[in-house]
């Protein structure tokens, strides 16, 4: 993607100074690993130390845009099963980044094409294409932000030497697909639930860069198919998924079903979604001993990550009873009808300590609670959601922060009433990698802050199983969300608050804490490494 920020490279002799001491300062018995905590010039402990100014915010398009070009060294980790294909990451590293700009939706660049070019698509396990905008009559073309105009690439299949268009007699064509009879071509148009939100175009061949998720990072070209997205609609203008949106779906369509297919990973993946926005991809990740386990339901026409519950403990209060629910990280929040919504939501209100107030129109939740001014933290109760089988599944991660326009401070519960099916969106997710396996049936989760390996005896980065439900209140500034807009095709509409999810159904930051003066000389050794840095390259 093209880029207005400048990168900065670390050079190798602070690595290697760097690795020397960590492995100095962390590692375990006889023939264990080794491992040390590294941070990027752009993290809250950098920036806490050396006091920088003028800095990518995070959660803004400019902060993933120089972290993921630049800060490579948490890349390539072994996985547990090894009895598969080594598992599979972005050409660019698995790094993802929850955008509150950009629909709070989990966003990651992708490499595709020959020569390689980069898109930032948003990742949704809701719907089945990978597409891009292409050649576009209706598209956006560039974001409005803080620091100015950020480009973004447009895909088009006349600048690729190794894309085809899928023919109309293709296998990937079917019946479901029409034909463009002039041009030989394969139709697609995909309408999801949001605000007619919609992306039409043509199917197309071409390879898509990845490379394996170890210590070698070897290099991989995987042949795919995606969609030419000539026209996009609805939310796709307004800011959510500008760039792209990538399916993670169960269909023969989806990218992970087309690398299961040709052998190049396993038949699953995961998402990891960090408490700091932060997270990870990888495609042929079956998950690690330990994790809790249901199985998914596919008695559907459009087989889905459909799971079942049995129940919803909130606080001090248990409530047995069976509903189903969909897993999809392309909806930024939860959405539950009844009686799953009553249950959730009235026993979270009676055991709230802080005042129910009314939110403004834009606002879409129905249950939040304002903060008195003298207040620095406060408690919410602690929810629970139990899964067929017995695995529990705790909320890390319930609730909301807002700044109202009084300026005073808010939370809600981040649940959405749905007119019909549940959904279990982002926000649930966080705090847990999320396994997607497909090869098994099951949908897996295990507490994770997203910086671990995946193996089982890794114990460092675990989340609690429990978590300390007292939450500090933070500045009203820190809970205001950003605002970006979407120039293309005559087309400029500021992205609102709480902008609509594209999905195909309706749609607390953690600082790292050190334990040590090892730690702390770490961590003022790369301080100053970064300040020379930062000065050689202003």
């Known amino acids: 993607m093209a880029n207005s920020c400048t990168i900065v490279n670390f050079f190798i002799a602070p690595i ?22 590294i941070h990027h010039r752009y993290s809250d402990p950098v920036k806490g130390i050396l006091d920088l100014h003028g800095l990518p915010k995070k959660g803004s398009v400019e902060y993933y845009s120089a972290w993921t070009q ?24 698995n790094e993802t980044l929850r955008l509150s700009a950009l629909g709070f939706l989990h966003y990651a660049n992708v490499t595709v094409g020959t020569p390689g070019l980069s898109f930032l698509v948003a990742l949704d396990t809701g719907s089945d294409l990978f597409w891009l905008p292409c050649d576009c009559s209706k598209c956006v073309r560039a974001l409005e932000t803080r620091s100015g105009k950020l480009n973004l690439n447009i895909y088009s299949p006349n ?15 079917g019946q479901r697909r029409r034909c463009l009879a002039s041009q030989n071509a394969c139709a697609y148009g995909v309408a999801y639930l ?14 898509l860069h990845l490379e394996t998720n170890n210590a070698q990072q070897k290099s991989i070209e995987a042949p795919i198919a995606l969609g030419c997205g000539i026209r996009q609609t609805g939310a796709f203008l307004t800011g959510a998924a500008p760039n792209g949106l990538f399916g993670l779906g169960m269909e023969n369509i989806s990218v992970p079903s087309m690398l299961a297919s040709k052998g190049l990973a396993a038949n699953s993946f995961s998402m990891c979604f960090g408490p700091d926005g932060m997270g990870r991809i990888v495609f042929g ?13 596919l008695d559907q026409p459009h087989p889905t990550y459909n799971i079942s519950l049995t129940g919803i403990t909130v606080g001090n209060k248990i409530t047995d009873f069976d509903f189903t629910a969909i897993f999809d990280s392309g909806t930024s929040f939860t959405y539950l009808n009844d009686p799953a919504y009553k249950v959730i939501t009235e026993n979270f209100d009676s055991q709230a300590k802080q005042p129910r107030i009314q939110p403004d129109g834009e606002i879409p939740f129905e249950y939040c609670y304002g903060i008195s001014a003298n207040q620095t933290t406060f ?50 997710m966080t705090g847990y990698r999320v396994i997607f396996d497909r090869e098994k049936l ?27 439900n007292s939450t500090e209140v933070p500045s009203p500034a820190s809970v205001v969300p950003e605002a970006t807009k979407g120039n293309g095709s005559g087309n400029e509409p500021a992205t609102s608050s709480f902008p609509s999810v594209p999905s195909s159904r309706p749609a607390g930051n953690h600082a790292p804490h050190f334990n040590s003066f090892y730690c702390q000389l770490m961590m003022a050794m790369l301080s100053i490494f970064s300040y020379y840095l930062i000065i050689i390259s202003s």
């Open 285 to 297: 990740d079956k998950g690690s001993p330990g994790q809790g386990e249901t199985p998914l339901n």
């Open 379 to 428: 408690e919410t109760p602690d929810v629970n959601l139990t899964m067929k089988g017995g695995n529990q599944f705790f909320l890390f991660d319930p609730i909301i922060m807002l700044s109202l326009a009084d300026g005073s401070v808010a939370y809600c519960l981040a649940v959405v009433k749905s007119g019909d099916v549940n959904i279990i969106g982002q926000n649930f």
């Open 194 to 207: 949001s605000n007619n939100t919609s992306s039409t175009g043509v199917l197309v061949e071409d390879i």
């Open 70 to 93: 630049h800060d490579q060294f948490i890349k390539g980790r072994h996985l547990a099963d090894t009895t598969n294909p080594t598992p599979l990451a972005f050409s660019g590293g």
């Open 16 to 37: 290697l100074f760097l690795a020397i001491l960590g492995l100095q300062l962390k590692s375990s018995d006889g023939f264990g690993t080794f491992g040390f905590e």
């Open 442 to 468: 099951v949908l897996g989760w295990k507490a994770s802050d997203c910086n671990d390996s995946g193996e089982s005896n890794d114990k460092s980065t675990t989340m609690p199983v429990n978590k300390n």
């Open 159 to 173: 600048t690729s030497s190794t894309s085809e268009v899928v023919p109309c007699n293709g296998t990937l064509c």
